[in-house]
């Protein structure tokens, strides 16, 4: 580590290199990608469309692997864990929202939304408190009982959103998390990310294409094949900072 105090980053990246062998010509996804990114930060990804945003969030979470670079969460280097001390990680610390949502089909709204908590160990009637507080925010109060074969795509990316922050994880990575949301539930999820960003300081990355999502971030990092090609601040890391 150079001059930073590691206990301040959420997350850095050290020359990290995705690359995707293939014929005729390999594809580099991500390349020598060098990153810090502040503990309590809010921050989107933008990028052309191939620019590399979900392979960087796949990255950060562990459920890809590098091909070359190091990565660090908090104070862990991802690539010096076991694969039982990364699946410990990820449970503990990390919330994923999947571009494509990722929910299990068998389970109802509620269920898929709780289900770290099961992984966790939290009692039954503490796990359904805590999604159904986070459902009612977020119009879903009424569905909780539904699968998600019975909800839009816009509901089930709200279901896979709670599913992400219910355990209050230090970091939340998203993949487009408002792609297919109207306006008025895409200011309600935000409104949730910034509530919890700032009582609980969690960090968010979230890749998104949407003006209104980008507005809201108080750093901007823009990718153009596999690089940073903007880097903006627009607000201190934590309001109040
Ligand atoms: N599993 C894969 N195998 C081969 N190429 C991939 C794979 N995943 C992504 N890519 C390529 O890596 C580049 C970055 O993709 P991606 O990270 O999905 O970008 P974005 O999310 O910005 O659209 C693209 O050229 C894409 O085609
Ligand atoms: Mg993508």
Avoid: C
């Avoid at 620019?51 to 796949?58: A, D, E, I, P, Q």
């Avoid at 099961?118 to 039954?124: E, I, N, S, W």
């Amino acid at each position: 580590m150079t001059n930073h105090d590691a206990s301040e980053l959420a997350v850095r990246t050290e020359d990290l290199w995705k690359i995707y062998e293939q014929e005729p010509t390999d594809v580099v996804a991500v390349a020598g990608l060098s990153l810090d990114i502040e503990r309590g930060d809010f921050v989107a990804m933008a990028g052309p469309s191939g620019s590399g945003k979900t392979t960087v969030l796949n990255l950060l979470g562990g459920l890809t692997q590098a091909s070359r670079g190091r990565i660090w969460i908090g104070n862990e280097e991802l690539s010096a864990l076991d694969g039982k001390q990364l699946a410990r990680l990820r449970l503990e610390q990390i919330g994923f929202v999947f571009q494509a949502y990722n929910l299990l089909p068998v389970l109802s709204a509620l269920e898929n939304a709780e289900f770290t908590l099961l992984l966790r160990g939290v009692p039954a009637d503490e796990r359904h408190a805590r999604v159904m507080e986070l459902f009612e925010e977020i119009g879903l109060g009424e569905l909780a009982d539904r699968r998600p074969g019975k909800l839009s795509g816009g509901q089930q990316q709200r279901v896979a959103v709670a599913r992400a922050v219910v355990g209050n994880p230090a970091l939340v990575l998203a993949d487009e998390p408002t792609a297919n949301l109207d306006s008025a539930t895409s200011t309600a999820l935000l409104d949730i990310m910034e509530r919890l960003n700032r009582e609980l300081e969690t960090t968010f990355i979230f890749s998104t294409h949407d003006p209104r999502v980008m507005e809201r971030a108080r750093r901007l990092i823009t990718l153009v094949d596999g690089r940073v090609e903007q880097d903006e601040r627009r607000a201190p890391a934590r309001l109040g900072a």
